[in-house]
């Protein structure tokens, strides 16, 4: 089995920072694609950033030159870097993982962690 697990959300003050990670565990062969979502209460989950297993990066345009993905390959592991953070970015911060295992890919989400900027 294949497990994502999140940590580092929390409650922050409008300008702060946060850092989110993400590590998975289990039996798998590779991870391709690695992201960021997030969902605010009554609104759909959205992409916030994307990373290749070769480093590209996509973002938001909403959190373009606030946030940043990264990702350590050695430890399984991508991180959010989030700042300047505005309290629309209220939100549950879900990571997602495109994770090869047995000859196929399968697409694995974590259980999400809360990220609450106050004004």
């Known amino acids: 089995q294949v497990q994502l697990v999140e940590s580092g959300g929390g409650l922050v003050q409008a300008g702060g920072s946060l850092r989110v990670s993400c590590a998975a565990s289990?039996?798998?062969?590779?991870?391709?694609?690695m992201g960021w979502y997030r969902q605010a209460p009554g609104k759909q989950r959205d992409l916030v950033a994307g990373i290749t297993s070769d480093g590209n990066t996509n973002y938001a345009d909403s959190v373009k030159g606030r946030f940043t993905i990264s990702r350590d390959n050695t430890k399984n592991t991508v991180y959010l870097q989030m700042n300047s953070l505005k309290p629309e970015d209220t939100a549950v911060y879900y990571c997602n993982a495109d994770i090869r295992r047995f000859g196929r890919i399968y697409d694995f989400w974590g259980q999400g962690t809360q990220v609450t900027v106050s004004s």
């Open positions: 289990g039996t798998f062969f590779s991870i391709d694609t």
